[in-house]
């Protein structure tokens, strides 16, 4: 196996949330010799951000010769560019970062193919620590999940085998866990509005909530209405409660006795 | 008015998870004479804990002669136990500290009385550093509220003004913030279940979700398949879902799509 250098030569295909965290965590150790994205001003931003002066919007000016691609575009997108995708130096070792989709999107096309997955959340302009971010890997084989593995080491020390069903089930744990509860977030913070207090005051209490989660399980710190069962805060609720949110509100609170209600058998 | 010290005879009602912490929280401050709870058993626990060695769950028995008497009990059993409570001091001040309980379920019964309303999540078991929780206070009169601000000063620094349609929906916020919030991270537990890795994978995701809003908003904040929609995986995460998740997961989508399409107009 070649051992990851500054020489490797990398195309980071994407230049999204993801893309772009991912290239400026491995500007440094590796060589990204070019940024590809349909978008050509993403693109040139996120190059000219690493210093890279390499970029296209054309999949065919794609580099044929690199020795990584990691594809990092949204999932719907990835099969697609990689039916595109040809010539390419059969060598090369190909990864997506993709949480659901299977690692057989690569199969049939590329010889040395992997994924490469990092659970975490990622948005401009938001610094990530990568030390923090467990990373799961697969590779169709041995060789290659070697060199996968030191790739991620690059990042973070929390490197994990995961094969595609193992990653999807976590993904969608992460949905939940990470992309459902901020949509709550935004929730709270409209209702705020009419209170004239900024989002800031839940601060302290959606920290607790979840340093809670470091001494018991997420089951046994449920508390509120709903784990109560107090029928008249929860219908005094429902009442002040309009559309999408209390239309959310009725279906997590019937979750929760739900919930409570097996707990307890 | 009457200054709050340590010798301000005080009747904590009830012994569940918010007296429990308020009552640990008091005890140096003021003098706590006495646990009621309709559980004599979690009277007795509550009050050994503090070294106080006068409870009862008898209403009758509640001391009559008290400075303050704090309510902490379920939200549905106030009024009921208000409408109980007879032949007290009429110059005692009464507090309920619900979030959702108008402060007129005092009205016609007591001369002085408020509400004393800390955001904050309490389970047994877990501290609660009360000089960062935002307490909400609200008094019948301003003799009344001055006294209420002096105890809520006794646990926190951060004290605001919150009259009772102003405390429910913050306390709604709440409900979406951290209650809400904490049940999708108990479906997260069970889904991560069958991939054999712990809860604890799902932290450094947790805590990043949490430290991007102090940063930016989070409807800014919000990722995932949902605000990209992705459809082909939100299918197929729905495809692996049954019964309430898959509810819960159709109803998060849904808002999410939503509120990002409001915000694009």
Redesign the interface.
């Known amino acids: 196996m070649e051992r990851i250098t500054k020489n490797t030569r990398t195309v980071i295909i994407g230049a999204g949330?993801v893309a772009t965290h991912m290239a400026k965590a491995l500007r440094m150790r590796l060589n990204i010799i070019q940024i590809f994205s349909h978008d050509i001003e993403n693109a040139h931003i996120l190059a000219n951000s690493i210093d890279c002066t390499c970029f296209t919007s054309s999949i065919d000016d794609i580099s044929k010769d690199a020795d990584i691609y990691i594809i990092a575009i949204?999932?719907?997108a990835i099969e697609s560019l990689i039916s595109k995708i040809s010539n390419f130096t059969h060598s090369s070792l190909w990864v997506h970062t993709s949480g659901?989709k299977p690692m057989t999107v690569f199969e049939g096309k590329m010889n040395n193919y992997g994924v490469f997955y990092p659970?975490?959340?990622?948005?401009k302009?938001?610094e990530?620590n990568f030390q923090?971010?467990?990373i799961f890997v697969e590779a169709n084989d041995t060789k290659n999940i070697e060199q996968i593995k030191e790739l991620a080491h690059l990042l973070s020390p929390k490197v994990?085998d995961?094969d595609s069903d193992?990653r999807?089930?976590?993904?969608?744990?992460?949905?939940?866990?990470?992309?459902?509860?901020?949509?709550?977030?935004?929730?709270?913070?409209e209702?705020?509005r009419?209170?004239n207090?900024p989002?800031s005051?839940?601060?302290?209490?959606?920290?607790?909530?979840?340093n809670?989660?470091?001494?018991?399980?997420?089951?046994?710190?449920?508390?509120?209405?709903?784990?109560?069962n107090?029928?008249?805060?929860i219908e005094?609720?429902l009442s002040?409660?309009s559309d999408?949110k209390k239309?959310?509100?009725k279906?997590?609170t019937?979750?929760?006795i739900?919930?409570a209600n097996k707990t307890n058998l």
Request: charged content about 20%.
């Open positions: 949330n949204k999932d719907d659901s659970l975490q959340t990622f948005s302009n938001v990530v923090e971010i467990p994990y995961a193992r999807r089930q976590l993904h969608i744990a992460a949905v939940f866990a990470c992309n459902f509860a901020n949509h709550l977030w935004t929730i709270s913070d209702l705020l009419d209170t207090l989002f005051i839940l601060m302290p209490l959606i920290r607790a909530s979840v809670k989660l470091d001494k018991v399980s997420p089951a046994q710190s449920q508390t509120g209405p709903a784990v109560r107090d029928t008249k805060v005094k609720h002040m409660l999408n239309e959310i509100y279906t997590l019937n979750s929760i739900d919930s």
